[in-house]
């Protein structure tokens, strides 16, 4: 019998308690009493993580062995610990018996019986309901003692200020750190003073040599501006200000998308206000937040010339995005943030990447752009080869490749297993024994990969993509040779989500609408791995790539031609197609 516990804690305080110690020496004693071989590598624990959620490392090992058919029976200590919800209970104990793999308790087994069923339902609920009247408990204590300004906001102290160790939340016993807080006060007096800036600040302190907050030794623009802002500094420590909601803004378009939360602020009559130690005057507060506010509404910005690819060029060495910047009359170039940064320069990380022309920059791309809407068949083949299965998502061909090597493994145990009888090693009903558990875990790898060539199938079928890539080409293409600049650079937004400089070497990631209703501008130019927003859920799962020009850098005489090799894409859910993306080199 090929066994598994597993074993949860939701605090760190119970996990240092050694609550979980204890669950995972009753759940072995359990295994041992029944006569059940237990290996290391299949006992899973989370500690410090809530039953809530099913995101959890220890849960997850667990259901991605058990997709394998490597287990049988799982020894969980009670409901509880396998998970609070009710819901997720039954999708957890659903899922693991459609793998040929059991669950049970130690506090009260369960059957098939009704009577069981309905215990465990009852239970769920009642594990629901008092995690849910706890987590409210705690959080209109936790508000009314914010409210009397007993219970300071912080998890962790600002700059400049101390907690007491015995109490870190106390807000009586806060105090000020000498030392900092006349640093803090002269950064509000240093940015008062006339044409000051934030990266100036930061230049006056690297001279200074005091380290940032986090200990570092250069200090960033954001971090100055985060001490500026924070209105404890005049003596209100202030919560409640934000509410979490979906991120409408992205860092990198090269790096992960995240979570796609951030916060939105709140009405002012929400806030709660807790008093602590003050270190500069309410005036001098007001006069610098007065300050921040009109430098960020009259900051310059790279509008006043013509960059088609204007927040679209992101640098292939560093990953970071690209800004426009005119050195001289007529010498317009794309440059990475990652070369001006003072932050990555004093970190020994400056990027190194050339500057990139921004006129040659922009033909290029409009070359190619104009070359893909007159000929839409380059995106046809793309298409076409999509359908051998090269374009698959990296995850599908994981479980694919998983599955396919699990029934090689059985087949082979079934070949060693007739040997073994043919030899007499082993007697008849022993081999009926084993051919019949063999054959039930054969019976659910097939299954599962059945499953898996109907998905693939489905995200597969592009021939309807093609037919409106085709349409929406035939659209556009009559008024690309007279297109004006403005017209031009909505036609760019619109169809290329991203251009990456390597180097000599271009990249143009297209984004093709395909759907019956029209083109529509991207959400913030994300791509499609961008949880939470609804359109990029829709893209299809597949990108080509194909070779194109290069643009020269400044002391180059003409573009190069360079390819690279074929990658597949990032993986999104299958959905109805409504943007199909292409990358050309």
């Known amino acids: 019998m090929r066994t598994a516990v597993y074993a949860r804690v ?27 071989e237990l290996e290391d590598r299949h006992v899973y624990r989370d500690d410090g993580f809530s039953g809530a959620r099913l995101g959890r490392p220890g849960l997850d090992r667990l259901r991605d062995h058990a997709a394998l058919a490597d287990l049988d029976v799982v020894l969980v200590a ?10 997720h209970q039954v999708l957890l104990i659903e899922e693991l018996a459609g793998h040929g793999c059991r669950v049970e308790f130690l506090d009260r087994p369960m059957s098939d019986d009704p009577h069981d069923q309905l215990l465990l339902q009852i239970r ?17 204590g936790r508000h009314a003692r914010l409210r ?42 240093w940015y008062l003073q006339p044409q000051a800036t934030l990266y100036q600040l930061t230049t006056r302190l690297a001279a200074l040599g005091a380290a940032s907050p986090t200990g570092k030794p250069r200090w960033t623009a954001a971090s100055v501006r985060g001490i500026l802002r924070n209105p404890a500094y005049a003596g209100q420590a202030l919560t409640g200000r ?17 979570p796609g939360i951030t916060h939105a602020p709140r009405p002012e009559q929400d806030w709660i206000a807790v008093p602590v130690p003050p270190v500069v005057s309410e005036e001098i507060f007001a006069q610098v937040q007065a300050k921040l506010d009109t430098n960020q509404q009259g900051a310059a910005r790279n509008t006043r010339h013509e960059y088609l690819l204007r927040a679209l060029v992101s640098c292939g060495a560093c990953r970071l995005a690209c800004t426009g910047r005119q050195l001289n009359p007529g010498y317009r170039y794309y440059l990475c943030r990652g070369r001006t940064d003072p932050l990555r320069a004093a970190e020994g990380r400056r990027c190194t990447a050339r500057y990139i022309p921004a006129g040659q920059l922009d033909d ?11 000929d839409p068949a380059q995106v046809t083949r793309a298409l076409t ?13 994981a479980r694919q490749a998983a599955i396919r090597q699990a029934l ?17 090693i082993i007697g008849l009903p022993e081999l009926q024994r084993k051919r019949h558990d063999l054959d039930r875990r054969h019976a659910t790898l097939t299954a599962q990969q059945r499953q898996l060539d109907a998905t693939a199938g489905q995200r597969l079928e592009l021939q309807a993509t093609a037919d409106g890539i085709e349409r929406f080409c035939q659209t556009v293409r009559a008024g690309l040779a007279t297109a004006t600049f403005e017209q031009r650079r909505l036609l760019t937004e619109l169809l290329i989500d991203r251009v990456i400089v390597t180097d000599d070497q271009v990249e143009i990631r297209y984004v093709l609408p395909t759907s019956p209703k029209g083109p529509h501008r991207p959400f913030c130019q994300l791509r499609k791995d961008h949880l939470g927003d609804f359109r990029y859920a829709e893209w299809p799962p597949w990108t080509s790539r194909r070779s194109s020009r290069n643009p020269p850098a400044p002391d180059q005489a003409g573009p190069k031609a360079a390819a690279k090799d074929q990658r597949p894409a990032t993986p999104s859910p299958a959905k109805p197609a409504c943007r199909a993306q292409q990358t050309r080199r």
């Open 10 to 36: 939701s605090t760190t305080r119970q996990a240092q308690a050694q609550t979980i110690e204890q669950q995972l020496d009753r759940l072995r004693a359990a295994a041992a009493e029944r006569g059940w």
């Open 78 to 87: 009670a409901p509880d610990r396998l998970a609070r919800n009710y819901v």
């Open 124 to 140: 769920g609920a009642v594990a629901e309901y008092e995690r849910t009247l706890i987590t409210e408990r705690m959080r209109r």
């Open 148 to 189: 009397a300004g007993t219970l300071l906001p912080w998890t962790r102290p600002p700059f400049g200020y101390r907690l007491d160790p015995d109490r870190p939340r106390d807000a009586a016993a806060v105090r000020t750190e000498p030392g900092e807080a006349a640093l803090v006060a002269q950064l509000f007096d």
């Open 242 to 258: 934000t509410r979490p909601a979906p991120a409408r803004l992205r860092k990198s378009a090269l790096q992960p998308a995240g």
């Open 364 to 374: 290029l791309v409009w070359a190619d752009l104009c070359a893909l809407l007159t």
């Open 385 to 397: 080869r999509a359908q051998d299965g090269a374009w698959l998502p990296q995850e599908l061909q």
């Open 408 to 424: 090689g493994q059985l087949d082979r145990q079934q070949q060693r297993l007739l040997d073994a009888y043919l030899a007499e």
